[in-house]
């Protein structure tokens, strides 16, 4: 029996027995483990969101176990449910915004997917409380129902990266923009527009190279969260649009591909974007499918979106990277360096020196060891390091090491 399964346990145990705040507590650890099978991955999230009273985040982690476990039946009923009796009607694009040649359907009289967010409660920052965002008022805004205003309220400008203007959004109700690491590059503050003349600072936090994905701080919040499509994955040959910064849409469809990849991979029919990429993506029942990439394969110049279920999730990690220790950001690799937050000079994943160190003297630091997965190998001079050399230089901190005598 492993420990995540005896944490589902005793957390199930104890919402039974009405300790909601243990029991939270126990089916966190267990769904964070990766021993834990989808199905019962699936089972602790339907006990989670029973010690959940706020609505979001009960919505949330229902679609959580939804997720986890697509072909269990008896929660996809549970699930549809509550969704129907608590979300509001999905975005709708009106016929008059021009598409590309296309204009898409009206929206569904019930919706099928849930308002994004998920059910971790993990700390906040100390910064200041974030502001709500104001409407951006646009020529061709994709319009919402209801309250929560348009898309392009949940859209933003990303300037000052390497590769020119990018579009950034909200993916979830946190403080937190999504958007390239092409848009991105290696700069640590950009400028973010959330409507025209309304600009402030955002700080880069996280970034997942492998996907283009990266996670901008700043201190603002959306009107709401957006409904994200209840499907694992988007049929072949599905129409989407994708939102650009200035509120351009642009058609495309899901390219059939015989080729095995990963599931947060949407394979499309694009080969130009209107700007260096971070849209979001909607179907053509209007809910948000993902954000688009620069990711190309090698045999083709098609572009790559990838799922919003993987952004949630990067931001989930990124949320529990952040509570769980003092961590710094490294824009050279894009993780949250551990070593760096605890004073020591270099990055523990990729081995760079970190900025705020570059002027300091450096010096080997026995305390640091634990950091960097000591080996058994012969121990640099420099930097104490052990997991080895390439032509005489160390592979951590890159010194060739003194001749000890």
Not at 190 to 213: C, H, K, W
Not at 266 to 277: A, E, F, Q
């Amino acid at each position: 029996m492993t420990m995540s399964y005896q944490y589902m346990q005793m957390g199930i145990s104890a919402v039974q027995a009405g300790s909601l705040e243990e029991g939270a507590r126990l089916l966190r650890l267990a769904i964070r483990s990766a021993e834990l099978s989808n199905q019962l991955r699936a089972i602790a999230y339907m006990w989670l969101a029973e010690t959940i009273t706020d609505p979001q985040q009960k919505r949330a982690t229902y679609q959580e176990a939804l997720n986890a476990d697509p072909a269990n039946e008896d929660i996809r009923r549970r699930v549809s449910q509550y969704l129907a009796s608590t979300l509001p009607p999905p975005p709708a694009i009106p016929p008059e915004m021009p598409l590309q040649g296309s204009t898409p359907p009206p929206p569904p009289s019930q919706p099928l997917g849930y308002t994004s967010g998920y059910g971790y409660n993990y700390a906040q920052s100390q910064s200041p409380a974030p502001q709500p965002m104001q409407s951006r008022p646009q020529p061709h805004s994709v319009q919402t129902s209801g309250s929560t205003g348009t898309v392009m309220d949940y859209v933003v400008t990303v300037i000052g990266g390497p590769n020119g203007t990018g579009t950034g959004f909200f993916p979830t109700a946190q403080p937190i923009i999504a958007t390239t690491r092409y848009v991105v590059g290696g700069a640590e503050r950009l400028t973010i527009e959330l409507s025209p003349g309304r600009q402030m600072y955002g700080t880069v936090v996280r970034t997942f190279s492998d996907y283009d994905l990266a996670l901008v701080r700043v201190d603002a919040v959306p009107p709401s969260m957006l409904p994200i499509i209840p499907m694992p994955r988007l049929p072949d040959e599905a129409i989407f649009h994708l939102i650009s910064y200035n509120g351009q849409a642009v058609r495309g469809t899901h390219r059939p591909t015989k080729r095995v990849m990963a599931a947060h991979w949407i394979p499309t029919d694009l080969t130009t974007l209107p700007d260096s990429g971070g849209n979001p993506m909607f179907d053509e029942r209007n809910y948000l499918v993902g954000m688009m990439t620069r990711n190309t394969s090698r045999s083709s110049s098609h572009f790559f979106g990838v799922y919003i279920t993987l952004i949630r999730q990067c931001i989930d990690a990124y949320l529990h990277e952040v509570s769980s220790a003092r961590v710094i950001y490294c824009a050279q690799c894009g993780s949250n360096s551990k070593a760096a937050g605890a004073g020591f000079f270099y990055c523990e994943v990729c081995g760079s020196l970190m900025p705020a160190f570059a002027q300091a003297a450096r010096y080997p630091i026995p305390q640091a060891e634990g950091y960097y997965n000591p080996g058994h190998g012969v121990r640099c001079t420099n930097c104490q390091s052990t997991v080895g050399f390439h032509q005489g230089k160390c592979l951590r901190c890159g010194q060739t090491p003194q001749v000890q005598v």
